[in-house]
C-alpha cells in the first residue's frame, strides 16, 4: 500500500484498543512504543482513562461505549489496518462495542490481552465484562494471550504447573478460542504454552525480574500484533514477540518509586538530548533562528 503523498510505501497501521496509563509503563502508551519500535503506525481507540501512576491505579473511568464506537469508526473509515490489539476495555459495554467492531470490519489479524487486574490488583474489566469475554470475545480473535491469573478466571481451572497450563490452553480452545497463548511468567519459569490447531508448542525463556515490571502482557500482545501483520506464523510471531519483551524487561529501569517499566526502544539506543545546550539552529528561516543583534 502507498501513500499518495509521498510515494512511499506505508509501514502497516496497527490499532490498539486499550486504557490509557498516564505512566505510560502499559496500555495505549505501551502499546504504541511496541509498535513504532517493530516498524509500524500505531493508531489507538481509549477505552478507559485511568489515574495511575508506577505504584498503583487509584481511579478508572471507563469511556461510555458509543463515545469509544466513534472512535473506532472514525478509524476504521479513514486507515487500512493491518492488525488490532485489545488490551483493557473497563467494562461489558465497551467489551461489546468492540465486538461489533471486529464482525463489522473482519480483519485479517486480532490479538486479544484479557485484561482483568492490574500488576497492583486494581479491578480493570467487570464482571459482567468477563463474562462477555469468555463467551463472544473471544471467538472473534485470532489469539487470546491470558496470563496464569487471566487464565484461571476465564477457564474456572487452577493452574499450578505446566500440565495446567496445557489443560487451560484447550480448555479455552473448546470455549471458542481459534488459537492460545498462556504467558506463565508466573511460574518458575517463564514457559509459555502455544495452543493453535490441536498443536500444543512451549515457549521456553529464561525469567527476568518479573515481579517489579509492569506492562509486559501490553507489550508482548503489541509486538505479536506487529509480528502477525508483517506475514509471521503465528508460532514465529510469539517467539520474536517474546524474545522482545524479555531484552525489553532486562534493560527497563525506574521513572519512578513503583514498578519498572519496559523499555520499549531498547534496539534504538537513542540519547538523550545534551543538557544545558540550548542552540538554535541558525537556518535564517526565521527571523526568530537569527541571533539577536546588541
Known sequence: MTNGHNGHGAPPILLSIAGFD????????????????HGCYGIAAIASLTVQNTQEVETVHNTPSAELRAQLEALAKDCDIAAVKIGMLGNRGNA??????????????????????????????????IKFVSTELLKRVSVITPNIPEAEVLTGLTIKELSDIESAA??????????????GGHLDRAVDILFEAGEMIHLAADKVKVEHTHGTGCAFSSALAAQLASGRSL???AALAKAYVTKAIEKGYAIGKGRIPLDHFYRQRIEPPPRGIHEVPQHGLHPAAEPATH
Not at 22 to 35: E, I, N, Q, R, W
Not at 111 to 117: A, G, R, T, Y
Not at 170 to 183: D, F, P
Open 22 to 37: 498516564p505512566s505510560c509503563g502499559a496500555g495505549t502508551a505501551a502499546d504504541l512504543k511496541t509498535f513504532a519500535a
Open 96 to 129: 461489546a462495542a468492540a465486538a461489533e467492531f471486529l464482525d463489522a470490519h473482519k480483519f485479517a489479524h486480532v490479538v486479544l490481552d484479557p485484561v482483568f487486574k492490574s500488576s497492583s490488583g486494581a479491578e480493570l474489566l467487570d464482571a459482567g465484562g
Open 170 to 183: 484447550r480448555k479455552l480452545v473448546e470455549m471458542g478460542a481459534h488459537a492460545v497463548i498462556v504467558k
Open 235 to 237: 508460532f514465529e510471531a
